[in-house]
Nanobody
Framework: VQLQASGGGLVQYGDSLRLSCVASGRTFNSYAVGWYRQAPGKERELVAI???????KYADIVKGRFTISRDNTKNTLALQMNSLIPEDTAVYYC?????????????????WGKGTQVTVSS
């Protein structure tokens, strides 16, 4: 599966932003999908993931602020980000794998999209 993320940009503290990712392929609904991010000088980290059946896991730092969703009819996933803070500044990547558990660790992720930059100014 090929993934293409979009929607990044420069926003201010407290603003909202919605990231989107379009996936190729006819079996998108069978994949677990999600979002990772990488801030300057830091390791890539899990943001939110969703299994093919709808199980969801969020990083603690984004719980209550970010919402992951998917539309299998359009082969898309989204990340609604509210109450953004400067610590959310990073390159965001959409990811996919046949295994939901594989998405828990970056080394287990099979498919990565190109990233989209999110910058939150204070």
């Amino acid at each position: 599966v090929q993934l293409q993320a979009s929607g990044g940009g420069l926003v201010q503290y407290g603003d909202s932003l919605r990231l989107s990712c379009v996936a190729s392929g006819r079996t998108f609904n069978s994949y677990a999908v999600g979002w990772y991010r990488q801030a300057p000088g830091k390791e890539r980290e899990l943001v939110a993931i969703m299994s093919s059946g709808g199980r969801i896991k969020y990083a603690d730092i984004v719980k209550g602020r970010f919402t992951i969703s998917r539309d299998n009819t359009k082969n898309t996933l989204a990340l609604q980000m509210n109450s953004l803070i400067p610590e959310d500044t990073a390159v965001y990547y959409c990811v996919a794998d046949h295994s939901y558990s594989a998405l828990w660790q970056k080394d287990g992720v099979h498919y990565w999209g190109k990233g989209t930059q999110v910058t939150v100014s204070s």
